[in-house]
T-cell receptor, first 117, second 110 residues
Framework: GAVVSQHPSWVICKSGTSVKIECRSL??????MFWYRQFPKQSLMLMAT?????????EQGVEKDKFLINHASLTLSTLTVTSAHPEDSSFYIC?????????????FGPGTRLTVT | GIQVEQSPPDLILQEGANSTLRCNFS?????LQWFHQNPWGQLINLFY???GTKQNGRLSATTVATERYSLLYISSSQTTDSGVYFC????????????FGTGTRLQVTL
């Protein structure tokens, strides 16, 4: 149980284009999902908290107009990187907390590797 | 915000050896998880352990919340244990939000 999927697993796009990444909780419902970013050989940094049916909450320094988050259902959150530039190249990972769970435990997707050329 | 430090940053072991990884945090927490990040980047949940002790096979973990640290023990290490180990914590009303530690990069050799 507690499986989170992401799609695509990797993507290459040209500078100036937009890319959408999907995060799905496969066997549980998640009112809250989280988006992280990881640069090579670094730790994970929380970008934003995605709340089902409401606006996302962004961490300080994260451009909300660049990283658009939509949490349209209890099992799906999407991250759209708009007008991507090479510095947006990174590993993006989502996580989800089981709505029915008794703990704060989060489950992570396999990540999406974005390369902007 | 809360600070999370892990030690050691790098660790090389021979197969069969035991190791202890440490996670120190700067404030009280009510959420603490240990993860293993495999070479493909997937984070694998090892323990959800805001306090107390848990064991799962060759792995065990202890969190002493009052002293603001957690330990991950790996016994009889195997090459498949290689990767990066992260602890992540959450506190207070935003306990769902995880702050990740700096990580320990483990390499297990034959």
């Amino acid at each position: 149980g507690a499986v989170v999927s992401q799609h695509p697993s990797w993507v290459i796009c040209k500078s100036g284009t937009s890319v959408k990444i999907e995060c799905r909780s496969l066997d549980f419902q998640a009112t809250t999902m989280f988006w992280y970013r990881q640069f090579p050989k670094q730790s994970l940094m929380l970008m934003a908290t995605s709340n089902e049916g409401s606006k996302a909450t962004y961490e300080q320094g994260v451009e909300k107009d660049k990283f658009l988050i939509n949490h349209a259902s209890l099992t799906l959150s999407t991250l759209t990187v708009t007008s991507a530039h090479p510095e947006d190249s990174s590993f993006y990972i989502c996580s989800a907390r089981d709505w029915g769970g008794l703990s704060y435990e989060q489950y992570f997707g396999p990540g999406t590797r974005l390369t902007v050329t | 915000g809360i600070q999370v430090e892990q030690s050691p940053p790098d660790l090389i072991l021979q197969e069969g050896a035991n190791s202890t990884l440490r996670c120190n945090f700067s404030d009280s927490v009510n959420n603490l998880q240990w993860f293993h990040q495999n070479p493909w980047g997937q984070l694998i949940n090892l323990f959800y352990i805001p306090s107390g002790t848990k064991q799962n096979g060759r792995l065990s973990a202890t969190t002493v919340a009052t002293e603001r640290y957690s330990l991950l023990y790996i016994s009889s290490s195997q090459t498949t244990d290689s990767g990066v180990y992260f602890c992540a914590v959450g506190s207070g009303g935003t306990a769902s939000k995880l702050t990740f530690g700096t990580g320990t990069r483990l390499q297990v050799t034959l």
